[in-house]
């Protein structure tokens, strides 16, 4: 079958880390052009916009929206209602709403969309699920810490309305944690700690709830030094499974479980590829619920002011 023609639309850093070399190294697709206001590509040809780019490219079949999440769903309904098929960077939209109208819209066209939640698909995720779902669960604790300095040097738009914060990592573990859990989570309480700066929290502290009462306790930081953490707790009947490095480790009762070596993003577009073939839309918007729940209802902290 030969390959889908796909461009990416924002030529930013996970653009151009992930997306860039997983489209080249994947067998579905074939990176054609990039659309992109202050950024080019070396030998791909670059525009400054979706608009041009496919008005000089019509035959492009897919995008990669890698934009900030502010901008992101005018350009995915532009995609959409001229027929293109979508891949979403996480989060999928600012809002909730905008993620239900680009299904609407998408299902109208006969367009794919699919939200990529990426940690979902680092490789012991779908191993640890399955590990759980023969297993009663306990508790769970979820600790996501990392220093913003090092992830996002000199990105404001992270500070801004709807750039999410320290729920930009935190939404990978939500995305994680939703996949493992196989009823829907509830909020039940929220703390989130604002820099007087910014309009988005540095840090939060969740607390959630499964349909059977299992309680989850969420830890996020923007302003972890050293080393980073990015792992999940789930105490069992059977004992302690841990998710470590992202969902790349899986140990059981303190013992390492081998896993079948394999990129997040290579997944990711193997998976997309998948839902081209079956002309099918996959969008969970699960994760970005529990964060927009967090900002209805939690309680607000001030903050010292977030220097870079």
Not at 178 to 200: D, H, I, Q, V
Not at 221 to 248: H, N
Not at 263 to 275: K, S, W
Request: aromatic letters at 8%; glycine letters at 6%.
């Amino acid at each position: 079958m030969a390959k889908v023609k796909i461009a990416i639309v924002g030529l930013g850093k996970i653009a151009r880390d992930q997306h860039v070399p997983s489209i080249a190294a994947s067998p579905d697709f074939e990176l054609i052009a990039v659309a992109s206001p202050h950024h080019g590509l070396e030998d791909v040809p670059s525009y400054k916009s979706i608009e041009a780019l496919l008005q000089a490219v019509p035959g492009v079949e897919a995008f990669a929206l890698c934009t900030t999440p502010q901008v992101r769903f005018d350009i995915a309904r532009f995609a959409l209602e001229h027929g293109k098929h979508v891949l979403l960077e996480k989060p999928p939209g600012v809002t909730v709403s905008e993620v239900r109208a680009l299904i609407d819209i998408a299902q109208r066209n006969a367009a794919v969309l699919f939200a990529s939640w990426h940690s979902r698909f680092a490789q012991a995720v779908e191993p640890a699920r399955s590990w759980l779902a023969a297993r009663k669960v306990l508790g769970i604790a979820v600790t996501w810490k990392e220093d913003v300095r090092v992830w996002h040097p000199g990105q404001p738009w992270i500070w801004k309305a709807g750039g999410l914060g320290v729920f930009d990592p935190g939404i990978n573990a939500l995305s994680i944690l939703t996949r493992l859990m196989p009823g829907a989570l509830a909020l039940k309480s929220a703390a989130l700690f604002f820099p007087s700066n910014c309009e988005t929290p540095i840090a939060a502290q969740l607390s959630l709830s499964d349909p059977h009462g299992v309680i989850t306790q969420v830890e996020l930081d923007f302003l972890q030094t050293g080393p980073q953490t990015w792992s999940i707790d789930v105490e069992t009947d059977a004992g302690r499974l841990k998710l470590s490095m992202g969902g790349t480790v899986l140990t059981v009762n303190d013992e390492p479980v081998p896993t079948v070596q394999a990129t997040e993003y290579g997944n990711v577009y193997a998976h997309f590829g998948r839902l081209l073939r079956e002309r099918r839309i996959d969008v969970d918007y699960a994760p970005l619920q529990l964060v927009a729940d967090a900002f209805l209802c939690g309680r607000r902290v001030a903050v010292d002011p977030f220097i870079e």
